[in-house]
């Protein structure tokens, strides 16, 4: 089988899907995809509409069916599905069911080894009863933190005689990848749809699965520091705290920074009193290029920083300083564009008596803060990342930046944040 494009519109809205959809078609879209998202938020319809408004291109109904297969299928396949989506953890006589329904309704049957230990053996399992494909999936929650389908797909091909389908953060990377490694159906959800010029990022996906050559992307999927440090520059502050579900944000402490200045590095941590600047001090000499230095000082009203300290760390190429206490010299700091956070902004400076520590797990603006978590500021505040969990707040970050771009885009077409949202229709009742 010749490799084809699915593109799937993992989307909550049908209006948008059918324009991406669209869109995507435009690109080269091969097959069309109503999500299990999309289906479970505007039913059947959704189907229809995709068949209706491409008759010629193969529609895919991701059912992720678990049981009743006969009639999930029967219910896509009489709206107009080509191909139906059953999950390979379903009981045999589910899978044999659906397979059964699907030659009555003209339908195939594509089974998604999703968390699946054995793929090869429960692949040939489903092959033997008549599955018409079998789908590698590395799913979203999966991939925020590095799952990709490469290394399940190892020998599959050699597994089965049926097409192979594989979905999970491909872009135009790496679909020559997963082609190579036997797939026939390259499966593109977020590279495509949350781009701003859907057409153009399904044509790159294209060019790649029918050249053999990767076509670069945007998109961050890796995870060293300066990967790290390059995506967390690229969103903002909003958009790591939505990733988070709003956790990590400092409550009360303020930008001291001009138009346009953004801060990400690493934390080094800093405990203090009321008005005692030495352990911040100390602390610029401690510090790595790249670090952020935060401050606990007790939400003092005495300054613990000021423009000497500053440059100090402009010198040390430190990229910045949170301070749940008070600066000063914030002209001068602002003037020399480096980037400081504060809870209050003081004329009076303190003393060095040298209480406190350097490196501690401190609390900052509400926030827990330990030494290499990572931290992003900018003029709506400051958020923390655990350092543990950066890889997948960095991914999932982009994912809410991305998307969101894609909903500006909509806007500056003429719609409004109110009408692409569909928020009426989404309003609690009662």
């Known amino acids: 089988m010749k490799p084809v494009l699915q593109v799937a519109l993992d ?9 991406i959809a669209a869109d995507a078609v435009k690109g080269g879209a091969d097959w069309i995809e109503a999500g299990t998202p999309l289906i479970k938020s505007e039913g059947m319809q959704i189907v229809r509409d995709l068949k209706k408004a491409f008759p010629k291109h193969t529609i895919v109904a ?19 599905a080509d191909v139906v989506v059953i999950l390979g953890v379903s009981s045999d006589p589910t899978i044999s069911e659906a397979i059964l329904s699907a030659r009555q309704y003209g339908a195939k049957v594509m089974v998604d080894l999703f968390n699946i230990k054995d793929k090869a053996a429960r692949a040939r399992e489903v092959e033997k009863m008549g599955a018409d494909y079998i789908c590698v999936h590395v799913g979203v929650d999966e991939q925020m933190v590095g799952g990709t389908p490469l290394s399940e797909l190892k020998g599959l091909s050699k597994a089965v005689g049926i097409p192979i389908a594989a979905a999970g953060g491909i872009n135009s990377e790496t ?5 190579r490694a036997g797939v026939s159906i390259v499966i593109v959800g977020g590279a495509i749809i949350k781009a701003k010029d859907v057409a153009g990022a399904a044509r790159k996906v294209k060019k790649a699965i029918t050249t053999g050559k990767s076509v670069a992307t945007d998109l961050f999927k890796k995870y060293s520091d300066k990967e790290l440090f390059a995506a967390f520059s690229k969103v903002s502050s909003c958009n790591v705290a939505d990733a988070q579900h709003k956790k990590g944000a400092m409550k009360g402490i303020h930008p001291r920074i001009r138009h346009g200045v953004k801060m990400v590095g690493r934390a080094l941590t800093v405990n203090t009193v009321n008005g005692d600047w030495a352990k911040p001090v100390e602390a610029i000499d401690r510090a790595r290029p790249g670090d952020v230095i935060v401050i606990d000082a007790c ?8 423009e000497l300290a500053s440059w100090s760390c402009k010198t040390k190429e430190v990229v910045g300083v949170v301070i749940d206490g008070a600066a000063r010299d914030i002209d001068s700091i602002v003037e020399m564009d480096f980037p400081c956070f504060s809870r209050h902004i003081s004329s009076n400076a303190g003393e060095p008596k040298g209480y406190g520590g350097i490196g501690h797990e401190i609390v900052c603006g509400g926030v827990t803060v330990r030494t290499g978590d990572w931290v992003i500021g900018d003029e709506s505040g400051v958020v923390v990342v655990p350092q543990e969990h950066a890889v997948e707040v960095a991914n999932r970050a982009l994912d809410v930046m991305e998307r969101e771009n894609r909903v500006r885009e909509e806007i500056r077409k003429g719609g409004t944040l109110s009408s692409v949202m569909k928020l009426e229709k989404w309003e609690k009742v009662g």
Do not use: C, Q
């Not at 992720?64 to 107009?80: F, L, M, N, Q, R």
């Open 299 to 306: 939400a003092g009203e005495i300054a613990v920083w000021g």
């Open 62 to 80: 991701d059912m992720k069916t678990i049981d009743v297969g006969g009639a999930e299928v029967e219910i896509a396949a009489k709206s107009g």
């Open 175 to 179: 679909a020559p990848d997963v082609v």
């Open 11 to 19: 989307l909550v809205h049908g209006d948008r899907a059918l324009n």
